[in-house]
């Protein structure tokens, strides 16, 4: 069966691929070739495990009961291979809080008494597939959970093959705008492109007022106008970047805390992202806002904390500590 875990308000279903099989949905027991193949079968695995079925529909506009499966693993043993399928079908290469949900429905199956590789394997062209992850458990603040290493992150359009894309400096620094984003609002006019496993657009904002509401990227016509850039053809128009784009809006708060809301490439608004609370992090520091060591990123489904290893001026790596309950 599939069991839905949250994560920050980040929800997922945990299933393996011999479940489906039992449902008829014909899913390779190997991860590549089920990568490889997932237009023949994950379409039909969202519909069948992610919809309301007998629950009630809620009253945003959401249109399924979560943010997409995990299938896995394909061993019993580390390394462990999934995919994570996106609820429009897609392949994310990488889910904070995904791997956070992968870990503990582990976990509870016995099969990560320890540190633990995840190697998600996906069908994006511009990356390299899989995408490692080593996550460990981890007490942070009293809380039980895991730290996932996610390794160094690159910045700029290059780093996640975006094109047609004006250049501004800030401070030492370039940063991008985003013709698309200023269309809708002129206070979204410095971004920073930044892939931390997957891609990522952090817009910075010098108000809080100046985010966006989750509400408001539910509507219609503005969440048809952000879907237009962050989802891959042909959902979206694949401009800036041709397999799409996870977006955030990130605005300063005291500390080495940050304000941010997320829209997600498949999927669209949601109360958080692991990732792109790292990402968030990563751009915070780019721009001078926030100093290496430990930042809270806070998003409306809780908070992200981000660890971040800098040497020399240079970011050196990113970490991010992560806990999930099962869903009754």
Known sequence: MTRF?????????VVSPTYLRELGIDVPDNARTAAITRKAWAAS???SECGWG?????????????????????QDQSPFDLLIINTDGSLAERSGNG?????????????????????VYHDKPDAVSPVAT??????????????????????????????????????????????????IDSRWGISQFVRVGNP?????????????DNDMM???????????????????TGQPCAGGINLQWAARDVGNRVIARVFERGEGPTASSGTSASAVACAAWRAGWVER???????????????LQAESGQLQGVSLFGTARLIP
């Open 5 to 13: 875990y949250d994560a920050r308000g980040n929800i997922y279903g």
């Open 293 to 307: 060591g430990d930042i809270a990123v806070v998003m409306p489904g809780g908070t992200a904390p981000v660890r």
């Open 200 to 212: 990522h657009c952090v817009t910075l904002v010098e108000q809080v007022s100046a985010l966006p």
């Open 54 to 74: 007998s629950l009630p529909h809620p009253a945003s506009t959401k249109a399924h009961r979560c943010d997409g499966l995990l299938v896995g693993p394909f």
């Open 218 to 236: 539910h509507q219609s016509v503005l969440f048809n106008r952000l879907k237009t850039i962050a989802f891959a053809p042909p959902a979206g």
């Open 45 to 47: 695995a969202i519909a």
């Open 134 to 183: 080593y996550i460990e458990p981890a007490m942070h603040e009293r809380e039980s959970g895991f730290w996932l290493s996610l390794g160094r992150p690159d910045f700029g359009p290059l780093a996640v093959s975006a094109s047609g894309i004006s250049s501004v400096v800030v401070g030492s620094h370039p940063f991008s705008c985003l013709a698309a984003l200023t269309s």
């Open 99 to 119: 791997l956070t949900i992968f870990a503990q429905a582990l976990s509870e199956q016995g099969l990560m008494a320890q540190g633990s590789e995840l190697r």
